[in-house]
C-alpha cells in the first residue's frame, strides 16, 4: 500500500496521496507557488499509521498550486404552499485546485 494522509482544510477532510489533484476551498496562494499544510489528521507511510489528536506532530504536506476557480452553483430554493411566498439564494464557492507534491 502507497503512503497516504488525511488533511483538514475549509472545514473539510481529504484523504490524499502523492500525485492526486485535489480541490480545496481557497487558500491565499499564487498559482504555481508551493504551500505546506500541516493540518495532517492521519498519516501512513504504507506500513504503519499514526492518528493524531487532532493533529499529527511533525507531519506535513507538501502543495503545488494550479489554479484558482469557482465551483458548482448551489441554489437553495424554499416556498410555502398557497402563501406566494418564495425564496432563493444561490452560492458558489471558491476552491483551489493543488496537486499533491509529498508527504512527510
Known amino acids: 500500500m502507497e503512503a497516504y494522509a488525511i488533511i483538514a482544510t475549509g472545514g473539510k477532510q481529504t484523504l490524499v496521496q502523492v500525485g492526486d489533484k485535489i480541490e480545496?476551498?481557497?487558500?491565499?496562494?499564487?498559482?504555481?507557488q508551493e504551500?505546506?499544510?500541516?493540518?495532517?489528521?492521519?498519516v501512513s507511510d504504507g506500513t504503519t499509521l499514526k492518528v493524531g489528536?487532532?493533529?499529527v506532530e511533525g507531519?506535513?504536506?507538501t502543495l503545488v498550486v494550479?489554479?484558482?476557480?469557482?465551483?458548482?452553483?448551489?441554489?437553495n430554493f424554499k416556498a410555502k404552499r398557497r402563501k406566494g411566498s418564495r425564496r432563493m439564494v444561490g452560492h458558489r464557492q471558491e476552491l483551489t485546485v493543488a496537486t499533491v507534491k509529498a508527504i512527510a
Open 24 to 32: 480545496i476551498e481557497k487558500i491565499a496562494v499564487e498559482a504555481g
Open 59 to 61: 507531519a506535513k504536506v
Open 53 to 55: 489528536a487532532p493533529y
Open 66 to 75: 494550479d489554479a484558482h476557480k469557482r465551483g458548482k452553483k448551489v441554489v
Open 35 to 42: 504551500t505546506v499544510l500541516d493540518t495532517v489528521c492521519a
